[in-house]
């Protein structure tokens, strides 16, 4: 029974934030888990380490028991065996009947979660938190934990609880859709990408390096394990195939978001690792 039960909750989230169902196929059927007046928002854990099926198996089964101890009426499943993907929705206000729209509730609860699993299991996890959503527009909700998720890997955070708003300009850029993601980064880091991957070098791994290092160029050599002057070649090759100058601020500006997004669509699976053209 179960299992069913497992299945079914499964096949729900699957097809909202795949949007392979509408609002009026949830009209046509029963989903006791869920109501359709309510607004909903995807938050999506991640373990720091690689976890086994059966692990994983392990983690939404204890999951589902600590929402349940909670009386939290969350939904949740794996996803590509790699996350915990909950479906949490909004409550009203008690006095004023009015939508909670605040985070300070939610936050403490996965605050409150991302301890247990840690003090239970001695898993480190993360959680990328999207905006709230009517159940139409729910993959909205899921684009953006996703991308609060890996793009807060990327700038090097780890055991962090990210919400989508968290993320300064990038919260606004990364409201667009993934193919207008590709053509910006495509615009400023494309011709750097096709050279690494037609060559086999690492121009985009210098850069990223000097972004890393905070623009110091020395400190940046180091961590590459390479001589000053073969760094300085290689960002003068970086200048000379995108048409930009690393000394002017908005061309830094723009390589550095053109290479942030490069990476989170490769992170998020939009796209594969050095492909330009994808």
Same mark, same amino acid.
């Given at each position: 029974?179960? *299992?069913?039960?497992?299945?079914?909750?499964?096949?729900?989230?699957?097809?909202?934030?795949?949007?392979?169902?509408?609002?009026?196929?949830?009209?046509?059927?029963?989903?006791?888990?869920?109501?359709?007046?309510?607004?909903?928002?995807?938050?999506?854990?991640?373990?720091?380490?690689?976890?086994?099926?059966?692990?994983?198996?392990?983690?939404?089964?204890?999951?589902?028991? +600590?929402?349940?101890?909670?009386?939290?009426? %969350?939904?949740?499943?794996? +996803?590509? /065996?790699?996350?915990?993907?909950?479906?949490?929705? $909004?409550?009203?206000?008690?006095?004023?009947?009015?939508?909670?729209?605040? +985070?300070?509730?939610? !936050?403490?609860? !996965?605050?409150?979660?991302?301890?247990?699993?840690?003090?239970?299991?001695?898993?480190?996890?993360?959680?990328?938190?999207?905006?709230?959503?009517?159940?139409?527009?729910?993959?909205?909700?899921?684009?953006?934990?996703?991308?609060?998720?890996?793009?807060?890997?990327?700038?090097?955070?780890?055991?962090? %609880?990210?919400?989508?708003?968290?993320?300064?300009?990038? *919260?606004?850029?990364?409201?667009?859709?993934?193919?207008?993601?590709?053509?910006?980064?495509?615009?400023?880091?494309?011709?750097?990408?096709?050279?690494?991957?037609? /060559?086999?070098?690492?121009?985009?791994?210098?850069?990223?390096?000097?972004?890393?290092?905070?623009?110091?160029?020395?400190?940046?050599?180091?961590?590459?394990?390479?001589?000053?002057? $073969?760094?300085?070649?290689?960002?003068?090759?970086?200048?000379?195939?995108?048409?930009?100058?690393?000394?002017?601020?908005?061309?830094?500006?723009?390589?550095?978001?053109?290479?942030?997004?490069?990476?989170?669509?490769?992170?998020?699976?939009?796209?594969?690792? %050095?492909?330009?053209?994808?």
């Amino acid at each position: 029974m179960k *299992s069913i039960e497992n299945q079914n909750t499964d096949h729900l989230i699957t097809n909202l934030l795949l949007r392979n169902i509408n609002i009026k196929d949830l009209l046509k059927h029963t989903y006791p888990l869920i109501d359709i007046n309510r607004l909903y928002y995807v938050c999506i854990m991640e373990p720091e380490n690689t976890l086994t099926k059966r692990e994983m198996d392990t983690l939404l089964s204890h999951s589902k028991d +600590w929402l349940a101890y909670k009386d939290l009426d %969350i939904i949740c499943t794996v +996803w590509e /065996n790699k996350y915990l993907v909950f479906v949490c929705p $909004t409550h009203y206000d008690q006095k004023t009947l009015e939508i909670e729209y605040g +985070w300070e509730k939610h !936050i403490k609860h !996965i605050t409150q979660h991302q301890k247990d699993i840690l003090k239970k299991f001695g898993y480190r996890v993360s959680f990328g938190i999207g905006n709230k959503y009517p159940l139409p527009d729910l993959h909205r909700s899921y684009k953006e934990a996703i991308f609060a998720l890996h793009l807060s890997k990327l700038v090097g955070n780890s055991f962090f %609880i990210k919400h989508f708003s968290d993320l300064g300009v990038f *919260s606004l850029i990364c409201q667009n859709e993934p193919k207008v993601l590709v053509q910006f980064y495509e615009k400023f880091l494309g011709p750097v990408i096709n050279f690494d991957r037609e /060559n086999q070098r690492e121009l985009l791994v210098s850069l990223r390096c000097l972004f890393d290092a905070n623009l110091d160029v020395k400190a940046a050599a180091e961590r590459l394990h390479l001589h000053i002057n $073969t760094l300085r070649y290689r960002l003068k090759q970086v200048e000379e195939l995108t048409g930009m100058n690393l000394q002017k601020i908005e061309d830094r500006a723009n390589l550095f978001v053109a290479l942030k997004i490069y990476e989170l669509m490769v992170s998020s699976g939009y796209v594969d690792g %050095i492909s330009a053209s994808t």
